[in-house]
């Protein structure tokens, strides 16, 4: 019998490298799909003006119908995306560390940060690191890792992703109702971006999913706390195949 499909989708200025601790977990019960977004990892860079839908159809080829998504911060607004849009792809739809539907304060924190790496990159990549790490058991070869991989990013093409970072859940936010995809948001109960509110926040406007807080957790969940991420979406993978 053939393995389920999983598809994992990282965050802004990340890649595929990002999902190794999960993925490792996962790998003996899954076939598993770890794509770069667009301007991400080996692609080029993504163009000015690059919307939520392109960093969606930029890798929907590679989903196989009726896969298992699961998409963290930048990716599950993008795994948001795909299931509105192409629902036949995705069977589940876990949403690790998504923002949803910012207030104005909320909103005006994100611009803030868009701005610091339009003055800055190299202090608002440092910042990134303390919001997502600071006071974690992550090893310190891991933080060098992910430094690593923002660091590499053209810079053009990170600000131009980070603004759909920053700005796309105002887009999708209106239409989350129309997801009945069966459905998982978490989160950790640290991470200060990416709320425990939003999380719930989330859970409440799709039909069909619950909200998961992790405690003790920050942003980067999938490096912090596989464990506790692998088994959120494989329970919501479980209940809802049948046969």
Same mark, same amino acid.
């Given at each position: 019998?053939?393995?389920?499909?999983?598809?994992?989708? #990282?965050?802004?200025?990340?890649?595929?490298?990002?999902?190794?601790?999960?993925?490792?977990?996962?790998?003996?019960?899954?076939?598993?799909?770890?794509?770069?977004?667009?301007?991400?990892? %080996?692609?080029?860079?993504?163009?000015?003006?690059?919307?939520?839908?392109?960093?969606?159809?930029?890798?929907? $080829?590679?989903?196989?119908?009726?896969? #298992?998504?699961?998409?963290?911060?930048?990716? $599950?607004?993008?795994?948001?995306?795909? $299931?509105? #849009?192409?629902? !036949?792809?995705?069977?589940?739809l876990?949403?690790?560390?998504?923002? &949803?539907?910012?207030?104005? @304060?909320?909103? /005006?924190?994100?611009?803030k940060? +868009?701005?610091? /790496?339009?003055a !800055?990159?190299?202090?608002?990549?440092?910042?990134?690191?303390?919001?997502?790490?600071?006071?974690?058991?992550?090893?310190?070869?891991?933080?060098? =890792?992910?430094?690593?991989?923002?660091?590499?990013?053209d810079?053009?093409?990170?600000?131009?992703?980070?603004?759909?970072?920053?700005?796309?859940?105002? !887009?999708?936010?209106?239409? +989350? #109702?129309?997801?009945?995809?069966? @459905?998982v948001?978490?989160?950790?109960?640290?991470?200060?971006?990416?709320?425990?509110?939003?999380?719930? %926040? +989330?859970?409440?406007?799709?039909?069909? &999913?619950?909200?998961?807080?992790?405690?003790?957790?920050?942003?980067?969940?999938?490096?912090q =706390?596989?464990?506790?991420?692998?088994? &959120?979406?494989?329970?919501?993978?479980?209940?809802?195949?049948?046969?």
């Open positions: 019998m053939s393995k389920p499909t999983l598809v994992l989708l #990282h965050g802004v200025g990340l890649d595929r490298t990002m999902w190794e601790p999960t993925a490792e977990l996962v790998a003996d019960r899954f076939t598993l799909v770890t794509p770069d977004l667009p301007g991400h990892g %080996r692609n080029d860079p993504a163009p000015a003006g690059i919307t939520l839908r392109d960093l969606a159809l930029g890798v929907a $080829a590679e989903i196989p119908e009726g896969s #298992h998504l699961v998409g963290f911060s930048l990716g $599950a607004l993008v795994a948001q995306y795909l $299931a509105l #849009h192409r629902p !036949d792809r995705v069977a589940t876990t949403s690790v560390s998504s923002v &949803c539907r910012r207030t104005p @304060a909320e909103r /005006a924190e994100v611009l940060r +868009l701005d610091a /790496a339009r !800055d990159f190299r202090a608002a990549t440092a910042a990134s690191l303390r919001r997502w790490y600071a006071g974690t058991d992550v090893s310190a070869e891991w933080v060098s =890792r992910t430094e690593a991989t923002l660091l590499a990013n810079v053009g093409s990170f600000r131009a992703c980070y603004r759909v970072f920053a700005t796309a859940d105002a !887009d999708i936010g209106p239409a +989350l #109702h129309r997801i009945t995809t069966p @459905a948001a978490v989160t950790g109960e640290n991470d200060p971006g990416s709320t425990p509110e939003m999380t719930r %926040r +989330l859970a409440a406007a799709l039909p069909n &999913c619950r909200s998961v807080v992790v405690p003790e957790a920050r942003h980067m969940l999938p490096v =706390r596989p464990e506790a991420l692998v088994d &959120c979406f494989t329970t919501l993978i479980r209940d809802n195949t049948h046969g």
